[in-house]
């Protein structure tokens, strides 16, 4: 509230209902890795994103070191999360750069699993 230039949608993020280039950023949090195929979510913000629009996407790395990739393989035997994901930063960063993102910044925040949080910038044919 109070930010006039400023909203926000939930969407599917395989499918988004919203005219090509119709938004300037987009956040997808801890989305990525707990889809099958996280490229076709960011085909879908790359369409939807205006030419130069920013898109940040805070990510679970379940496979940032071996203390993440044992817990995120123990939690998958004995409930029902699945990470299709167990992604790095090195991984991740290729997967946004090659669906057409420039990173403008990438930053791994220590945890039980640490988070990547990443910039990038639509590029533009």
């Not at 956040?27 to 996280?38: D, F, G, I, K």
């Not at 994103?49 to 123990?74: E, I, K, M, Q």
């Not at 992604?87 to 290729?94: N, V, Y």
């Amino acid at each position: 509230d109070g930010v006039a230039n400023v909203s926000t949608r939930v969407a599917d993020a395989l499918d988004l209902e919203f005219d090509r280039g119709s938004f300037d950023a987009v956040v997808c949090a801890n989305v990525l890795h707990l889809l099958e195929q996280p490229e076709v979510a960011l085909a879908e913000f790359h369409r939807v994103l205006a030419p130069d629009g920013l898109l940040v996407v805070p990510t679970y790395c379940h496979g940032a070191n071996s203390r993440a990739r044992l817990l995120s393989s123990t939690m998958s035997l004995f409930s029902s999360f699945v990470a299709h994901h167990r992604f790095d930063l090195e991984s991740l960063t290729r997967l946004l750069s090659g669906c057409g993102f420039e990173m403008l910044r990438t930053r791994l925040m220590p945890g039980p699993f640490p988070i990547a949080y990443m910039a990038g910038r639509r590029r533009t044919p």
